[in-house]
T-cell receptor, first 113, second 115 residues
């Protein structure tokens, strides 16, 4: 089991640019989560998918953020346009079913200058 | 609203010592799950241990064990024979049992194991 795979590991971009973060969940897991971690706010849930369907996107900061899950093995989080305040570590996590423990990827450290 | 409190922002102990990290939570629910996650400098969040609230027996995973006190709403993590690789941020988290997915996270405790 390769675990949750995220790419890229680091992303540095300029304000206004589009950023796309990618995630491959663990095979067989039907729940997928995108989290953001900052020193000030800790871990924040951005969006939750179940069986590829977005169930709760109330944590998505604003319309600049969008997430998709076209199939069970792939998800993206896109920020367009990016702003310096988006700088954070973004985690993808998956779980076998609701209430199962979450398995996290290594995260993407995003820096927007 | 459910809250999770980790009262120790930072702790340090000598290698091979035993250390206990505290976590308290507030909920009116009777059925829920509690977790400890570890985040080493590599930044990956790693599940350490899980406890179901309906189980009286404390969960154990090798050198890691919990002291779950449901009435007191306390869920402390004990690390025995601490190792340098245990140096990390440790997060306590709460999840409802009935069809919920939202994890409520504590602020974390930074644990440093000194050689």
């Amino acid at each position: 089991d390769a675990g949750v795979i995220q790419s890229p590991r680091h992303e540095v971009t300029e304000m206004g640019q589009e950023v796309t973060l990618r995630c491959k969940p663990i095979s067989g897991h039907n729940s997928l989560f995108w989290y953001r971690q900052t020193m000030m706010r800790g871990l924040e849930l951005l969006i939750y998918f179940n069986n590829n369907v977005p169930i709760d996107d109330s944590g998505m900061p604003e319309d600049r953020f969008s997430a998709k899950m076209p199939n069970a093995s792939f998800s993206t989080l896109k920020i367009q346009p990016s702003e310096p305040r988006d700088s954070a570590v973004y985690f993808c996590a998956s779980s076998f079913k609701r209430n199962s423990p979450l398995h996290f990827g290594n995260g993407t450290r995003l820096t927007v200058t | 609203a459910q809250t999770v409190t980790q009262s120790q922002p930072e702790m340090s102990v000598q290698e091979a010592e035993t250390v206990t990290l505290s976590c308290t939570y507030d909920t009116s629910e009777s059925n829920y799950y509690l977790f400890w996650y570890k985040q080493p400098p590599s930044r990956q969040m790693i599940l350490v241990i899980r406890q179901e609230a309906y189980k009286q027996q404390n969960a154990t995973e090798n050198r890691f064990s919990v002291n779950f006190q449901k009435a007191a709403k306390s869920f402390s993590l004990k690390i025995s024979d601490s190792q340098l690789g245990d140096t990390a941020m440790y997060f306590c988290a709460f999840m409802f049992a009935d069809s919920n997915y939202q994890l409520i996270w504590g602020a974390g405790t930074k644990l440093i194991i000194k050689p």
